[in-house]
Nanobody
């Protein structure tokens, strides 16, 4: 079964930057759309960004456009989320997930393999 492991979370000041990684094992990520999601305390999980298997398509939530960049390195079976100009409201647990390649969105229901999450805290 496809396994995903996120890393790179931590504490950062407002306006700062942080990079997250999502490493896969057991199967190649080449044939999956990969999404990044986040969940803040008391809120529903929301989609942040997604990227197609060939990296030819990316999609971002309005709240992170221009600040976050999703990318992938299929040779290393890893997907990245580079976050900059971080805001207090970006604080959440961030998850990566894999879904069938036909999906080009961040609908939670379209993703069947999930990592355990990594905490991102934006605080002064």
């Amino acid at each position: 079964q496809l396994q995903l492991v996120e890393s790179g979370g931590g504490l950062v000041q407002p306006g700062g930057s942080l990079g997250l990684s999502c490493a896969a094992s057991a199967f190649s990520l080449d044939y999956y759309t990969i999404g990044w999601f986040r969940q803040a305390p008391g809120k529903e999980r929301e989609g942040v960004a997604c990227i197609s298997g060939d990296a030819g398509f990316t999609n971002y939530a309005d709240s992170v456009k221009g600040r976050f960049t999703i990318s992938r390195d299929n040779a290393n079976n890893t997907v990245y989320l580079q976050m900059s100009s971080l805001k207090l409201e970006d604080t959440a647990i961030y998850y990566c997930a894999a879904g069938a390649s036909i999906w080009r969105d961040t609908n939670v229901a379209h993703y069947h393999y999930w990592g355990q999450g990594t905490q991102v805290t934006v605080s002064s």
